[in-house]
């Protein structure tokens, strides 16, 4: 069974179909890929499957039960995370702290106790701590543990942004142009992580990227979207050969 | 510089990080109690005044400098708290009941105008936080039947624990009571989820919120907790002024709370007590100064507010850090004796977000 389902999303802008009747299966496992060029609706899937926006028609379905009208902030607990395609960390935090709130959802403890910081709450935050501390040794951030989010480097930012989504263990993960912004050899590093992430720790991905080579290496199935539409969807090198996907890139009109 | 070897995960929820953080607390903490034993009437009087805006500085903190909100309204739950500790210490209610519940009523009125601002911030939630305040003025002034209106309300002693607290050094001790607990209150707030999800907040709702922070109850929360703590300095400083004049929970006084926390150090506990420091001295150094300044400005009229709001600008323009940055530059400079860091005196220019005022 599937993991993940849209059936016929749309939702419209103004006078734009941002998304257009996009239908689309995540199997349990495997990582799908999304690709299309700048303004196809790519970003606007993610944001209403994480329900920033709405969807003006159509089903979002996880585990069997349809989430289309549930508030954005029940879908981390759902077990749906997400990173951003211009970062959206807590710059003012530490990366420590960042990760941290990604454990948010997995917070029990009442506000009475908080402000007593009972042995309840101080017994969940070891537990938490010790949740982060794996996913920082997972990607290697040991070294920035206590820095300032507003002082690292991009791609170490790119890298903490990952981690916290995954402190929230979702089952499904959503990555907007993970590699955007980094270099040669972080690209490298960010694709040896995605096939990580799906094969030690089982988590499936979709993934909106434009780096052909990093689609390849780690994608099962790929989608492909102009002008909110799908068109064409298949294994990489199928949908990279398809003549819609050729002309969209090539920048020529696409008949209706 | 001390470089802090850490073994356990305990170390970094812990309150104090080394020995020398509880040994200079524990000091400053025998300090403040024996000083009623040497000081002055007078200045125990304005010690125990600092310790009172402290406490609104605390709860003002957690709103601007960790939840990224802005409220030009406290002085209005200042006055919330005072009226009501003081009309229900008038109907012979013990005091250790009307603390606690002046606090619990504010941080209603906080949460009810926490939720219909929910979608507000920067200027308009200024704008919003402002005629909140006014309103509340207002109804300090006409509900004459409660507040006594311009005639006045005498706030009846308050005894704890069958001693009456009449003198400055019974509410003094009171303060520093109320104080301490509004620190561990919050500090322990801020090393848990709730102050974590504040952050969040503050940083970027977007994906505070694919967290899973639920914004509105948190941006409410974080205003009742705002409101309650200043509710609580409410109740303190109707003992501290004895008298209640309804005309003195103004703009003035809101726009001193926001001095506290600008001048003191945007998200930083200590740096709310440091603002308040320095907003309840700046006034008695004016009173000090004022006969030998030149060309007659001690006489202007407003020196004091103008005063207020050119520290205001000057931190923000210049220091951003206000004065808990400074501390922990001069700190910084002395760990690291012989070699200098020009970095760390440069001109800050980044600021924080809820710097910027969204
Ligand atoms: N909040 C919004 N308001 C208006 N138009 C939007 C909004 N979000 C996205 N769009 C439009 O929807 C289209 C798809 O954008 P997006 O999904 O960001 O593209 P991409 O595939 O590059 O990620 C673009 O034309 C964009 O301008
Ligand atoms: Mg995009």
Redesign the pocket.
């Known amino acids: 069974m599937s993991l993940f389902q849209a059936r016929d999303i749309s939702v419209r ?2 006078g ?1 179909r ?2 257009d009747a996009v239908s689309f299966d995540v199997h349990q496992g495997e990582v799908f890929s999304i690709i ?12 209403l499957i994480s329900r920033i ?1 709405s969807a003006t028609s159509g089903k979002l379905i996880f585990e069997g039960e349809e989430f289309t009208r549930t508030p954005a902030w029940r879908i981390a607990g759902l077990g749906i995370a997400r990173t951003f ?1 211009n970062i959206e960390l807590f710059p003012n935090a530490t990366l420590l702290q960042n990760l941290l709130i990604g454990r948010h959802c997995h917070s029990r403890v009442g506000f009475i106790a908080e402000l007593g910081f009972l042995p309840s709450v101080r017994k969940a935050e070891l537990h938490h701590r010790e949740k982060v501390e794996d996913v920082i040794a997972f990607l290697g951030l040991e070294r920035y543990r206590d820095s300032l989010i507003a002082n690292l480097p991009y791609g170490v930012r790119k890298v903490v942004e990952l981690g916290r989504a995954l402190c929230i263990e979702p089952k499904l993960l959503l990555l ?2 993970p590699s955007s912004g980094l270099n040669v050899e972080e690209t490298e590093g960010m694709g040896f992580w995605i096939e990580d992430i799906k094969k030690d720790l089982g988590i499936t991905v979709i993934m ?1 990227e434009h780096d052909m080579s990093l689609v390849n290496q780690v994608s099962d199935r790929v989608m492909a ?1 102009n002008y ?1 539409k799908v068109i064409a969807m298949g294994t990489p090198r199928a949908v990279q050969s398809h003549p819609e996907v050729v002309k969209a890139y090539l920048g020529g009109e696409v008949d209706a | 510089m001390r470089h802090l070897f850490r073994t356990r995960y305990q170390q970094d929820i812990a309150l104090w990080r080394h020995n020398g953080d509880r040994f200079w607390y524990a000091l400053l903490a025998l300090i403040v109690l024996l000083a009623p034993a040497v000081l002055g009437e007078f200045y125990i009087g304005e010690l125990g005044a600092v310790f009172i805006f402290a406490i609104a500085g605390v709860g003002l903190m957690l709103l601007v400098g960790y939840t990224g909100l802005i409220s030009l309204g406290h002085a209005a739950f200042l006055g919330i708290g005072a009226y009501t500790n003081a009309v229900l210490l008038a109907q012979g209610v013990p005091f250790l009941v009307t603390l606690p519940i002046a606090g619990l009523f504010t941080a209603l009125c906080g949460a009810a105008i926490g939720r219909p601002t929910l979608r507000m911030s920067g200027l308009y939630l200024a704008i919003a936080t402002l005629a909140f305040g006014s309103i509340v003025g207002t109804v300090f002034q006409k509900w004459t039947a409660v507040t006594g209106g311009f005639d006045g309300f005498a706030v009846p002693t308050p005894y704890v624990f069958g001693m009456s607290i009449e003198g400055a050094t019974g509410i003094y001790y009171v303060s520093l009571a109320v104080l301490v607990l509004v620190l561990l209150v919050a500090a322990n707030l801020l090393r848990s989820p709730t102050g974590r999800a504040l952050v969040a907040i503050r940083d970027s709702e977007v994906s505070a919120q694919s967290m899973g922070i639920h914004l509105a109850r948190y941006k409410t929360l974080a205003f009742a907790i705002s409101a309650g703590m200043t509710g609580l300095a409410g109740a303190l400083f109707a003992h501290y002024v004895r008298y209640l004049a309804p005309d003195a929970f103004d703009v003035l006084l809101s726009v001193q709370f926001v001095t506290i926390v600008f001048v003191g150090g945007l998200g930083s506990l200590r740096g709310a007590v440091l603002g308040a420091m320095f907003v309840r001295l700046l006034p008695q150094f004016i009173a000090v100064v004022r006969d030998s300044l030149p060309f007659g400005i001690g006489r202007l009229p407003g020196l004091e507010p103008s005063l207020f709001g050119l520290t205001l600008v000057l931190v923000i323009l210049f220091q951003p850090g206000g004065l808990n940055g400074m501390w922990l530059k001069t700190k910084q400079w002395f760990q690291a004796f012989p070699f200098k860091r020009q970095a760390s005196f440069r001109r800050q220019k980044s600021y924080a977000r809820s710097e910027r005022l969204r």
Do not use: C, M, W
């Open positions: 802008f103004g734009i941002a998304v299309g060029p700048n303004g196809a609706g790519k970003t606007t899937i993610f944001n926006y395609q907007d142009e909106v979207l909110g």
